[in-house]
């Protein structure tokens, strides 16, 4: 789905029921970043968050820690633009190519949520903090 051509329609169930939702009624999603191809993050949907996202063209995700739906960027202003959903040739997994708001998206300050590397037996951070977590949210992750 190219989200420029999305209407403000729900998605219909024969598109919803396409996917296949884990026993919690949530799929996998894998933001990248439209541009770069970096991949930025993963987070969970469940319908609902997929029906926002497509609507309101901006990531809605299912936050499995609050239990509610969370519109990414609420508390750091990091909004992701949904340029594209895709899913999966199973579709157990959906990906969206986003435009990342501020160029964080990770809760630690750094462009992806990806920025550990394993070195032999330890994991080294090998991406810098653009922003302290502290000065976006206010206290520490």
Request: glycine fraction near 8%.
């Amino acid at each position: 789905m190219n989200i420029d051509d999305a209407t403000a329609e729900a998605l219909s169930a024969s598109v919803l029921d396409l996917l296949h939702w884990d026993e919690n009624g949530l799929i996998p999603v894998i933001a990248q970043d439209a541009q770069t191809g970096r991949v930025l993050m993963l987070a969970w949907m469940n319908p609902a968050a997929l029906q926002c996202s497509a609507r309101e063209g901006v990531a809605v995700y299912w936050s499995r820690s609050r239990q509610r739906l969370w519109k990414k960027g609420e508390e750091s202003g990091h909004v992701q633009r949904v340029r594209a959903i895709r899913a999966d040739c199973d579709g157990d997994a959906l990906l969206l190519l986003v435009e990342q708001q501020g160029g964080i998206a990770c809760h630690t300050g750094r462009e992806s949520c990806f920025f550990r590397e394993l070195a032999g037996q330890t994991w080294q951070d090998i991406d810098p903090v653009l922003k302290d977590p502290q000065d976006i949210y206010g206290h520490k992750p």
